[in-house]
T-cell receptor, first 111, second 113 residues
Framework: TQLLEQSPQFLSIQEGENLTVYCNSS?????LQWYRQEPGEGPVLLVT?????EVKKLKRLTFQFGDARKDSSLHITAAQPGDTGLYLC???????????FGAGTTVTVRA | DTGVSQNPRHKITKRGQNVTFRCDPI?????LYWYRQTLGQGPEFLTY????????KSRLLSDRFSAERPKGSFSTLEIQRTEQGDSAMYLC???????????FGQGTRLTVV
């Protein structure tokens, strides 16, 4: 059972379009991390958000952490084929730092 | 440097055989985690170590699974009498020095036939 719900499950868009991926939970996490994973590889950390209401930008990627620290979103502007991958959100426990992952959103950007 | 090396990258084994995976962090990290990921799912927590001490094991970790971290550096995960349901990607992760972010290895893909 995944504690974090991600939506949509799949997203296919044309190069140059924008997209948003959502991550929601009924639990509060001390921090939330976003990863991107390519087939046959381990997840690669994109960003960590810690403070409620926090917004972080990483080039064309914008990450938001909800005020109550239960939900988050990832927005990609002008998507490129290189953005294709599985995007995972994960909430961290306060002391053990054990991660609880969502099931992921598979993003496909068509050239 | 938070690099993590996992070996082997791929393992195909017959049902009933034992397999062992290894995780080698490039530098010293107090905490080391094992996760399992099946197709279409996010990784699920299996166990973690604080130095050489195994602090928690998930209910997913049946008696056929055992993990060790004998010197607080590398770790091994052994599965005895493998079953087809064990087929998955096994991921190792370490925390950075501030214990705030987790970095994953490339994983070991296990296929039980």
């Amino acid at each position: 059972t995944q504690l974090l719900e991600q939506s949509p499950q799949f997203l296919s868009i044309q190069e140059g379009e924008n997209l948003t991926v959502y991550c929601n939970s009924s639990s509060v996490f001390s921090s939330l991390q976003w990863y991107r994973q390519e087939p046959g590889e381990g997840p690669v950390l994109l960003v960590t958000v810690v403070t409620g209401g926090e917004v972080k930008k990483l080039k064309r990627l914008t990450f938001q952490f909800g005020d109550a620290r239960k939900d988050s979103s990832l927005h990609i502007t002008a998507a490129q084929p290189g953005d294709t991958g599985l995007y995972l959100c994960a909430g961290a426990g306060p002391t053990d730092y054990k991660l609880s992952f969502g099931a992921g959103t598979t993003v496909t950007v068509r050239a | 440097d938070t690099g993590v090396s996992q070996n082997p990258r791929h393992k195909i084994t017959k049902r009933g055989q034992n397999v062992t995976f290894r995780c080698d962090p490039i530098s010293e990290h107090n905490r080391l985690y094992w996760y399992r990921q099946t197709l279409g799912q996010g990784p699920e927590f299996l166990t973690y170590f604080q130095n050489e001490a195994q602090l928690e094991k998930s209910r997913l970790l049946s008696d056929r699974f055992s993990a060790e971290r004998p010197k607080g550096s590398f770790s091994t995960l052994e599965i005895q009498r493998t079953e087809q349901g064990d087929s998955a990607m096994y991921l190792c992760a370490v925390l950075d020095r501030e214990n705030t972010e987790a970095f994953f290895g490339q994983g070991t893909r296990l296929t039980v036939v």
